[in-house]
């Protein structure tokens, strides 16, 4: 019998320890055993592999990754639920490490090895992007994970996965594809949550490359978030607030001053970077 096999019903679990999910916490649980298993099998083989999840629950996805063979350090800010997942630490003694915080917050440093770690998360609404992107800023590069396996809405999804020309392409985007290579593997319907949100959810991986264009981190961000803040102009007019002349900006990185940031592909970001910060060229 699977140690899974012998472990209360999720239901009974939310009920005991009055487990509603609370939308200040972004909280919207998976109870579905099934889909729980489809997330964790899409993370690629676990078995002996170390993965990080944010914000837990009760516990849905963390029982499916250990039931895959993971060793998971569950990050998790609600008391409540680090109470329902005590009895998950009873089963998996070895295998499961729950530490109370605010993932924004925690300090991944002590728990790394000599193998890449891998994070898989239903991740809290609230909290999501600001999460991907400090990953996506992690230094050194490559990171301290192999890959991310990340639930977001639907929408912001499409905003990670989002190509050159997409009314979706922005700056998450060009971080995303600067940095990873990211798909969108499947979609999850609002009725396999608890309580149900008011959108459609999906699944994003995110492979990091080992060896992304070379600039500086900061320049990139500084040059989309002046391209993508006034998306609808020009990049010779919209660069303007980099505080510098746009015009030979351009000219250096080869981007065409009358295009417009959704038209402008990573590498022309990247180029831009390095035309604004030449110590990275």
Known sequence: MKATDALPPLREVIRRHELSARKSLGQNFLLDLNLTGRIARAAGPLDGVTVLEVGPGPGGLTR???????????????????????????????????????????????YLGEAPMRV????????AT???????TSEPWPPWYDRLTLMFQREVA?????????????????????????????DIAPSAFVPPPKVTSSLVQLVPRAAPLRCDRRALERVTEAAFGQRRKMLRQSLRQLGVDAIPLLE?????????????PVEGFVALARALNPTFA
């Open 64 to 110: 499916a990754l250990l039931a895959e063979g993971a060793n998971v350090i569950a990050v998790e800010r609600d008391e409540r639920a680090i109470a329902a997942l005590a009895e998950l630490v009873e089963h998996y003694p070895e295998r499961l490490q729950v530490i109370g915080g605010d993932a924004l917050a925690f300090d991944i440093a002590p």
């Open 120 to 127: 898989v998360a239903n991740l809290p609404y609230n909290i």
């Open 130 to 136: 600001a999460l991907l992107v400090s990953w996506l």
């Open 158 to 186: 499409e905003r990670i996965v989002a190509r050159p020309g997409s009314k979706t392409y922005g700056r998450l985007s060009v971080l995303a594809g600067w940095r990873t290579e990211a798909k969108l593997l499947f």
């Open 252 to 264: 250096t990185a080869g981007v065409d001053p009358t295009a417009r940031a959704e038209d402008i």
